[in-house]
């Protein structure tokens, strides 16, 4: 079964541009959620996403959005980037919608931004 | 606010001593906790959950509620364990509150 993809693995922006990632869960879950991690902040949550819902949005500007499709891929947009944007932005997947004990949460790779 | 923290940032230790990765929780209910493991170039990966109560790869973490602690622990550290490791807290279905991390290194 493959596992959490996300691309590009690596880009490189210009302050000011925007930038759409993308996330396939693995086959099966339909829950999505994108994380930022940074040396300084380390791991933050973005947003949650099941159904095509926003269910959870973490405490980040209104530049940060996402989306999820019927097919539960999911893309998130970066706007008006900033320096600071730069990151490691993780796309995670689990295959049911609650806080449940066998609801184990899988990350991908993640994609490599860096604002110029 | 919920909050896990993980105090130690470095920690080294010698190979086939004990280790113990220290993490605090602030939480009001029920708290779910996970470790997760990053090796090098390899992506986040769960390594156990308090509620499995299991062993793997040797190590193991125990809640408890009284400290609101969940440190990791194995007896005798190897040296595929260096790592870094995240101690986080379920908030939501898919919602992870992790600790700063702690970077494991296991000397020869």
């Known amino acids: 079964k493959a596992g959490v993809t996300q691309t590009p693995r690596y880009l490189i922006k210009t302050r000011g541009q925007q930038v759409t990632l993308s996330c396939s869960p693995i086959?099966?879950?339909?829950?999505v959620s994108w994380y930022q991690q940074t040396p300084g902040q380390g791991l933050q949550f973005l947003f949650e996403y099941f159904s095509e819902t926003q269910r959870n949005k973490g405490n980040f500007p209104g530049r940060f959005s996402g989306r999820q499709f019927s097919n539960s891929r999911s893309e998130m947009n970066v706007s008006t980037l900033e320096l600071g944007d730069s990151a490691l932005y993780l796309c995670a997947s689990s295959a049911a919608s609650g806080r449940l004990s066998g609801n184990t949460i899988y990350f991908g790779e993640g994609s490599w931004l860096t604002v110029v | 606010a919920q909050r896990v923290t993980q105090p130690e940032k470095l920690l080294s230790v010698f190979k086939g001593a004990p280790v113990e990765l220290k993490c605090n929780y602030s939480?009001?209910?029920?708290?779910?906790l996970f470790w997760y493991v990053q090796y090098s170039r390899q992506r986040l990966q769960l390594l156990l959950r308090?509620?499995s109560r299991e062993s793997i790869k040797g190590f193991t973490a125990d809640l408890n509620k009284g400290e609101t602690s969940f440190h990791l622990k194995k007896p005798f550290a190897q040296e595929e364990d260096s790592a870094m490791y995240y101690c986080?807290?379920?908030?939501?279905?898919?919602?992870?509150?992790f600790g700063q991390g702690t970077r494991l290194t296991i000397n020869p």
């Open positions: 086959s099966g879950h339909r829950s």
């Open positions: 939480y009001s209910g029920s708290p779910e």
């Open positions: 308090h509620i």
């Open positions: 986080a807290l379920r908030q939501g279905a898919q919602k992870l509150v």
